[in-house]
């Protein structure tokens, strides 16, 4: 399968390229020339397989000029043996709700399901390539913690994580700042998640350096990791069993999640709405209830990992509303930039066609935590909280929640809705009292190219 960039689809590139890049250099991100669509009766053959089968066939569709079939089917097996669940994920009920629980990998939320998978396609890359490669990634908590746990260890391979200081839970900081493997180098940023994203993007378009220190990226941007994430919506089809088509509500950030939702949609998957549930950054939820896509200022919430107001994968669905055409989404991208756009009527109406989206404040995501432990006594984390009240203020009601994190990781949250917060997994309560290492460095990309050089 080729790849073409959304800025410019005249050149076309490997799944390898696209892996190990993550972002074109014309700033444009990666999608497929061609998607393999599958019909009713090749969908009933997938519906029985385990979740590490239904993966390789799903993630094969987009890989196999890079990875033989069997090579995937045991990258697969190994990388989804770290989870705590046998079948990976898990279908739970909330009320008339779905949950659909994606927080049983090593660091509690739904990133790891990608990231484990991608971190031993670095290996394997690494296996045919002579090279040592730098990562580097911005976090607003999570995806640190999923991408070291994933990287650790792991030879010719550095990961360098930029979290945004005193911005995430203490939990998740330590899950990425207690690792000791040598490999690991965690930076405290004076700023925010945005600033984080800026200063990786700057290190990447300086060329000189990043080609300097092979400097590769696993945002959630990354092919990769969005195709391991369309295997879940199929999955959760499967087992629901329905025969008819499902929504899901997906609390969203950078558009990662929910767009791989979309992908499963297109390869014929019949899904019927996604909701995209924001918190108080509520710039997609303005985009597709009225297509105001002006970003305003970051606030801090209860849910850190959806305080984004750049959500860079959007530009995918751009791309793909203007019937592929790079030259209009370039121009788009342009007015985005400047944050001057706003969606054409028509394009809002192919966007509603597939998606809709709600927001929760700060007092209803408490509400929502609160409501659900009274009645349902289940302790919801404060991002699958953001994805029930959506779904709820929505009147859909027999839709599937995505729960992209385990409740413990966020205990203020749920101590200030109902006094309570769930412990660590016995596995990770180590990290209290293990000692923490992280520099804490100045909002400037300079400095951290600095930091990064003087690590090699
Ligand atoms: C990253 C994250 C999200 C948002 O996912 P996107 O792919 O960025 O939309 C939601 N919930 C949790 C817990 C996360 O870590």
Redesign the pocket.
Known sequence: MKYVSTRNNSKEYSFEEVFIKGLADDGGLYVPTSLKKFSSDELSELKNLNYNDLSTEIINQFSSDFISKDDLTSLIKKSYSTFREKEVVKISNIGDLKLLELFHGPTL???DVAMQFIGNLYEYYLSKNDKKINIVVAT????GAAAIDAIKGKSNLNIFVLHPNNRISPVQRKLMTTVEDKNVFNIAIDGNFDDCQNIVKQMFSDLNFSKSINMSGVN?INWARIIAQAVYYFYTYFKINEDKPISFS?????????FAGYLAKEMGLPIDKLIVATNENDILHRAISNGDYISKKVKETL?P??D?QL?S?FERLIYYVNNSNSDITSDIMKKVKYNEYKIEKSNLDIIQKDFISESCDENETLEIIKKNFEINSIIL?P??AVGVGAANKLNLNDCVVLS??HPC?FPAATDKAINKHEELPIELQYVHSKEENFQLLKNEAEAVKNFVKSKL
């Open positions: 939320a739904f990133k607003s908590g999570d995806t959630s997906v609390p969203t950030g950078n558009f990662g999640d929910v849910s990992s959806m984004i959500a994968n984390d991002h699958t992209t994190a990781k």
